[in-house]
């Protein structure tokens, strides 16, 4: 499955820990993110994933356009709430496109260890099954 990452600033170092929390689950997939989430947390997993830009330079419209094109199987989309308003509407963007696809896709930690586990038991195979093979990472 195509896995998506994104954190905001103050969420990194969480999404840096889910990883290393399930890195085995993971690295059975293939995973690409915003550019700086990407280098953070394939420096300290080692995970192999494919970088686009950062998020404030369009790395979030990137992820937002394979969504669209049904080429990303799961968001995992860290989003601090307490953080600027007026750059929100990517996020906005990025969760329609995600409900419009019916792209399983989480917002905090909690929601990730569930969908997680879920991968790891099967319970997408939906995923693939709906689409053709795809690997464009």
Known sequence: MNIALIAHDKKK???????????????????????????????????K???F???SRGGE???ASRIAYD????LLYFRD?????????????LLRLCDMHNIPVATNIATAE?????LDRGDLEWREARTAPKNFF
Do not use: W
């Open 49 to 51: 994933i494919t970088r």
């Open 13 to 47: 170092e969480l999404m840096v820990q889910f990883c290393i929390a399930y890195c085995g689950i993971l690295s059975k997939h293939n995973l690409c993110a915003t550019a700086t989430t990407g280098k953070i947390v394939s420096d300290t997993t080692g995970l």
């Open 61 to 63: 419209e990137q992820i």
């Open 81 to 93: 709430p307490s953080g600027d308003f007026r750059r929100d509407n990517e996020g906005q963007v």
């Open 53 to 55: 830009m950062s998020g």
């Open 114 to 118: 569930i969908l997680i586990r879920a």
């Open 71 to 74: 080429e990303i199987d799961i």
